[in-house]
């Protein structure tokens, strides 16, 4: 069974070079920028920021930007890109389903293409709950319920949902504590499946917030 974390970090240097990810994170920037609306005046977390592609894209439209991940791998290759370019983003290493609550408290909190990589999903949905400050946003990118052939065998150790269902998924964090939730279709990902054929896998965006 393959180790995600392990996965992430042997894929970081090559992560960039499939252009259909620089399409997924400019559709999830733009559909944030769009229902979501951060401003200039918020600190924002980019929780599984993964090499920053969604960070990156919102750092122009906020006061500061922080990306998180448990790769290091993928944490080098975003920290590369801030010293070459020169740019003011703090990134950090942290697992909510192992790491103990971060002190800091954030306006915001995106979080792109994770959420069916984590085993102990509310123990996450609540941390993130907890990261935010009061009338804080949260903004949660992930697949549409599928048949389980959206990720490669090598992958299958890290899958831990196939997808969800946006309104399952809306009520677990209503029950949570979160509120206002709405979702939209922030992107259809095309890939070729293992059976040679390609399919369209639609990427939704939650909005919710703290109360």
């Known amino acids: 069974m393959a180790n995600p974390v392990n996965h992430f970090d042997q894929s970081a240097a090559t992560w960039d070079n499939k ?3 620089i399409a997924l994170a400019k559709a999830v920037g733009e559909a944030i920028l769009r229902e979501a609306k ?3 005046d ?25 990306g998180v991940d448990s790769s290091s791998g993928m944490l080098d290759v975003l920290n590369k890109k801030i010293r070459d370019d020169g740019l003011t983003l703090r990134t950090a290493k ?4 192992n790491d103990p609550l971060p002190s800091d408290r954030y306006h915001m909190i995106a979080s792109s293409m994770v959420m069916h990589h984590v085993a102990n999903l509310d123990r996450v949905l609540w941390s993130l709950h907890e990261m935010l400050l009061p009338n804080g946003v949260l903004c949660i990118a992930d697949l549409d319920a599928e048949p389980g052939v959206f990720h490669d065998s090598e992958m299958a150790g890290g899958v831990h949902h196939h997808g969800f269902d946006r309104m399952d998924f809306q009520d677990r964090l209503k029950k949570i504590g979160f509120i206002e939730t709405k979702s939209v279709t922030a992107h259809v990902l095309s890939k070729p499946i293992q059976d040679g054929s390609m399919r369209d896998f639609p990427v939704f965006l939650v909005i919710v917030r703290r109360t």
């Open 94 to 97: 942290l697992d909510l389903e």
């Open 19 to 21: 252009p259909q990810r």
């Open 42 to 66: 918020m600190d924002v977390l980019d929780y599984g920021c993964g090499t920053g592609l969604v960070s990156l894209f919102l750092l122009p439209h906020v006061h500061s930007m922080t």
């Open 38 to 40: 951060p401003t200039g």
